[in-house]
């Protein structure tokens, strides 16, 4: 059964920092394009992360410079390491396969507010 857990989202102060990591079971990500998403209330789900089987990345101009997606294939992880937070990153964090088809988990809400 895949399965994919996200953790360490909570609330943090504009300009702090914040990692997430992303569990997978199931299946073995070293094979798999992955990505993190993430959705903000009345907004649609976006990628704001993507890392290929070869460690290249890839990111969107909104968090490019703040954000890196690392993955640690002995562990079956992904982490996503956010700097410099704003609040229009507040949003429930999701990791995925990059095209998006695997199981979606629960997601780990991030809040930056002072």
């Known amino acids: 059964q895949v399965q994919l857990v996200e953790s360490g989202g909570t609330l943090v102060q504009p300009g702090g920092s914040l990692r997430l990591s992303c569990a997978a079971s199931g299946f073995t990500i070293s094979s798999a394009a992955m990505a993190w998403y993430r959705q903000a209330p009345g907004k649609e789900r976006e990628a704001v992360a993507v890392?290929?089987?070869?460690?290249?990345?890839w990111y969107p101009d909104s968090v490019k410079g703040r954000f890196t997606i690392s993955r640690d294939n002995a562990k079956n992880t992904v982490y996503l390491q956010m700097n410099r937070l704003k609040p229009e990153d507040t949003a429930v964090y999701y990791c995925n396969t990059a095209s998006g088809g695997g199981t979606w988990g629960q997601g780990t809400q991030v809040t930056v507010s002072s």
């Open positions: 890392i290929s089987p070869g460690a290249s990345t």
